[in-house]
């Protein structure tokens, strides 16, 4: 599966963004999808996970109360709303599938090429 993240941006602490995911190349709804970020000079780090159905979601805690991950199977993509934003949020952030449930960047074989985020204080 093809993945391809937009809609990073600049945006002052307390604000929003909404980013998404589109899907190609295989059938989107057998895969558990995922957010992943990488701030600079850290690892990459679990944001959220949905999935196939969108039934269940886990989410860091860090994100927790804040960000909303959700699909659209029909459409092929996976989205993440981030409200009230902070500047330890700025980073690439990364969509990611796999076949299981994991806060592990290894766990997720297929990747999007990233999208900025940043925010200011």
């Known amino acids: 599966v093809q993945l391809q993240a937009s809609g990073g941006g600049l945006v002052q602490a307390g604000g929003s963004l909404s980013l998404s995911c589109a899907a190609s190349?295989?059938?989107?709804?057998?895969?558990?999808m995922a957010w992943l970020r990488q701030a600079p000079g850290k690892e990459r780090e679990f944001v959220a996970t949905?999935?196939?159905?969108?039934?269940?979601?886990y989410y860091a805690d860090s994100v927790k109360g804040r960000f909303t991950i959700s699909r659209d199977n029909a459409k092929s993509t996976l989205y993440l709303q981030m409200n009230s934003l902070k500047p330890e949020d700025t980073a690439v952030y990364f969509c990611?599938?796999?076949?299981?449930?994991?806060?592990?960047?290894?766990?997720?074989?297929?990747w999007g090429q990233g999208t900025q985020v940043t925010v200011s204080s």
């Open positions: 990611a599938a796999g076949r299981t449930t994991t806060f592990r960047s290894s766990g997720y074989p297929y």
């Open positions: 949905i999935t196939q159905s969108g039934g269940t979601t």
């Open positions: 190349g295989r059938t989107f709804s057998n895969y558990i």
